[in-house]
Nanobody, 115 residues
């Protein structure tokens, strides 16, 4: 059974930082592309950052230079370091792993940026 368990969300002031984590089980993690998505109220889910199994990364323009995706294939974990956060980053953040037709999602973690 595949499980993705996210942690690290919360409330932070503008300009602050958060680090999201996603622990995977039930898959050969190193074979999968991984990513972080977010969904704000009333908006569609959007890609924030992604990393291929080979380590190539891709970021949404809105987070380039502020967010960093990383993975630890030994620990089967995925991280998203988020710096210089703004209220526009407020959303539920989801981790995702994908390989061919297999596509799995975490349960989501709320990130709220507010003073």
């Amino acid at each position: 059974q595949v499980q993705l368990v996210e942690s690290g969300g919360g409330l932070v002031q503008p300009g602050g930082s958060l680090r999201l984590s996603c622990a995977a089980s039930g898959i050969i993690f190193s074979e999968y592309a991984v990513g972080w998505y977010r969904q704000a109220p009333g908006k569609q889910r959007e890609l924030v950052a992604a990393m291929t199994s080979g380590g190539n990364t891709n970021y949404a323009d809105s987070v380039k230079g502020r967010f960093t995706i990383s993975r630890d294939n030994i620990k089967k974990t995925l991280h998203l370091q988020m710096n210089s956060l703004s209220p526009e980053d407020t959303a539920v953040y989801y981790c995702n792993v994908a390989l061919l037709s297999r596509n799995y999602w975490g349960q989501g973690t709320q990130v709220t940026i507010s003073s």
